[in-house]
């Protein structure tokens, strides 16, 4: 009995001894830190009436205009590192609807003036697309011109003429939106 | 069957978390203050007596008038936004014919002087046309009296009885197109 007990101890010492040799293996660990980062998206727009009116007060024949910008972050000094699409829309459906002979357009102005958008009768909308590439800078100008087509119509209470006795105002008569989305 | 839903729900996990993946873009819409539109105010306003005055009552020697009074301003106090031209016409060939010496004129006031600015022709038309007499958003009233002389130096045999005619005066505002 001692002499089996005697080498189970000496064979536990051996496989220890075998163990800790063997895990005493060279061994060294490398950390690396690395910052992970959103992509910059930076979108600005701006716009108001051309000249000093604080709104559209036109009677037929005469034309107002609103011109706005749009930039990828040129004008902050921070350019948006993705690709955007540009969607523009303006609406005038009301007024359209309640000044006969109102019509708008959207020019690009940023070298000359080049018409733009589709005009939809039904929505009253017109719509424009543009876009950028990442780390490039895109600043646009653009302007929405409002002429009130006189009709050249002399008769009695011809339908401008009402429109101008009853004096129809509309608050909201245009409205431009344009949203940025990212491009995949 | 239960094996087949599993797949399909494996399926559809992977389809929502790539979708989901894909949809994650950046997007932001700017709406810029909306603009007010508005129509410039048009008025036009002719003050004029009632039938009675306009019963004018005439014989050789008299001289009768028959006074209105043209306005950009409504009576609200509002005055119109747009220059305005001024036309007045008048049909007096009734008159003409049955009293052809009988002189008919236009004259206006506008608070000052009055001076004649239309007279009828041989045939009984009268017509004054003029540009930009209003201005905008300027309140202003014009006095107009329509005169009627009958000269009597002629003799003219009449059976005395009165004789009605038609007078007819057509006062219209537009705007002045530059």
């Known amino acids: ?111 000359g003036s080049t018409e733009i958008g589709e ?34 119509d002399t008769s009695e209470n011809n339908p401008q003429t009402l429109v101008g006795t009853n004096k129809y105002t509309n608050v909201n008569g245009i409205t431009v939106s344009v949203s940025a989305n990212q491009v995949m | 069957m239960k094996k087949a839903l599993r797949i399909l729900l494996l399926l559809l996990m992977l389809f929502v978390s790539l979708t989901a993946g894909t949809m994650a873009v950046y997007t932001r ?68 014919a049955a009293l052809p010496t009988v002189e008919i004129k236009l004259l206006m006031s506008t608070g000052g002087d009055t001076i004649e600015v239309a007279a009828a022709d041989s045939s009984g038309l009268l017509s004054y046309h003029t540009s930009s007499v209003f201005s905008a958003s300027v309140s202003k009233v014009i006095f107009f009296s329509l005169n009627f002389y009958w000269n009597s130096d002629e003799t003219i045999s009449v059976n005395g009885d009165s004789v009605v005619l038609p007078l007819t005066v057509y006062v219209k505002g537009m705007q002045h197109v530059y």
């Open chain 1, 119 to 152: 005009y939809n009768a039904e929505t009253g909308q017109i719509k424009f697309t543009a876009s950028s590439t990442a780390n490039n800078e895109f600043n646009e100008s653009y302007v929405v011109i409002v002429t009130w087509v006189n009709d050249t």
């Open chain 1, 1 to 111: 009995m001692k002499k089996k007990l005697l080498l189970i101890v000496l064979a536990l010492a051996i496989l220890t001894s075998l163990t800790a040799g063997t895990l005493a293996v060279y061994t060294k660990t490398v950390s690396k830190t690395e910052q992970v980062e959103a992509k910059r998206f930076t979108f600005n727009v701006a716009g108001d009436i051309v000249g000093s009116y604080g709104s559209f007060n036109m009677a037929p024949g005469e034309e107002k205009k609103y011109a706005f910008t749009i930039d990828n972050g040129v004008s902050t000094g921070t350019v948006a590192e993705v690709p955007l699409r540009y969607d523009i829309t303006v609406t005038y459906t009301e007024a359209r609807a309640n000044m006969p002979g109102l019509v708008a357009k959207l020019y690009n102005t940023t070298d």
């Open chain 2, 29 to 96: 819409t700017v709406d810029l203050a909306p603009v007010a539109i508005s129509a410039k105010r048009f008025v036009l306003g002719v003050n004029q007596g009632n039938q009675g005055e306009f019963d004018l009552r005439i014989g050789p020697g008299d001289l009768v008038s028959y006074q209105f009074e043209v306005t950009n301003q409504n009576s609200e106090g509002e005055v119109s936004e747009v220059d305005m031209d001024l036309h007045i016409d008048a049909d007096f060939s009734a008159v003409r």
